[in-house]
């Protein structure tokens, strides 16, 4: 119950942040995934279901507040949720490549949809253009925001798996 109530926290309070504080420190009005990074991690820290229903309810806050689509966002974010759940077995809490490379793999792969989905099938062909001076800071961006947010999210997925731990060890004594 726990890990839901601090799941739920973290989706919401990186939801604000990322409308809020990182809008004002947009870079050419490009600012971080902050959503993208915690439904990449909840996936590949906790496993595929976790990343399909953070990234649900990611997508959901995104399309509730800036879409006339419902479900566009939710769908998208489910699908890199569970794509980055696929990779638990993968995952070292200690090594930072693979958390790295599966948020940016993920970002890369978001926007590309958003293109696909959004400019090129309205026939707006402008690709260069949008890699370039969307994909690519954002990219960069969410890069240096994973830094910071991803060792905040280790920290208190580990705190909980001990919390956790330390439980299951007393109802056993």
Excluded: H
């Excluded at 926290?9 to 420190?25: A, M």
């Amino acid at each position: 119950m726990l890990n839901i109530v601090v799941s739920a926290l973290f989706v919401i309070i990186c939801f604000l942040l990322q409308c809020t504080v990182f809008n004002n420190l947009s870079f050419g009005g490009i600012i971080p995934n902050l959503m993208l990074i915690v439904t990449a991690s909840y996936g590949f820290m906790r496993g595929r279901k976790s990343g399909l229903l953070v990234g649900f309810f990611s997508g959901l806050l995104m399309d509730i507040f800036f879409n006339s689509i419902l479900g566009f966002y939710a769908l998208i974010y489910m699908y890199i949720g569970y794509l980055n759940g696929i990779f638990r077995k993968m995952f070292y809490p200690e090594d930072i490549k693979l958390p790295i490379a599966l948020i940016v793999s993920s970002d890369f792969i978001y926007n590309m949809v958003i293109y696909i989905l959004s400019f090129l099938l309205k026939g707006r062909f402008q690709f260069s253009y949008y890699f370039l001076n969307i994909i690519v800071p954002e990219m960069v961006y969410t890069i240096i925001v994973t830094c910071v947010l991803y060792p905040l999210l280790l920290l208190v997925e580990s705190r909980l798996e001990w919390r956790e731990k330390e439980g299951a060890s007393k109802i056993v004594s």
